[in-house]
């Protein structure tokens, strides 16, 4: 059975940087791209950014792009997700996902796309 765990949430203030982990455990390599998507408090959930397994195709939310950085490591079945010059707004619990198809389609940024989801780690951003 697959199981994702999320780790490296925190509180920190705005302007500083975080790095989240997501360690795929059940399987050798997953193999397939992976997500994170984020929920603020009575806010839906909301896409962050997508990496494909097999060749490093990446993906990202425009609220993110260029501040948020998503990367791999195959050995050790590992994503990341380095958040610089976080902002309050970034505040919400984030969690990782597998994607249910072998290679990111056009619906990438939906929820419904994944189909195995960790149990969140919170990112507060004090202003």
Known sequence: QVRLMESGGGLVQAGASLTLSCVVSGR???????????????????????????????????????RFTISRHSAKTTVYLRM??????????YYCAEYERISLGDEYNLRSEYDIWGQGTPVTVSS
């Open 28 to 66: 050798t390599t997953s193999g397939y791209p992976m997500g994170w998507f984020r929920q603020a408090s009575g806010k839906n959930y909301e896409f962050v950014a997508a990496i494909n397994w097999r060749d490093d195709n990446t993906k990202y939310a425009d609220s993110v792009k260029g």
């Open 84 to 93: 610089n010059n976080l902002k309050a707004e970034d505040t919400a619990v």
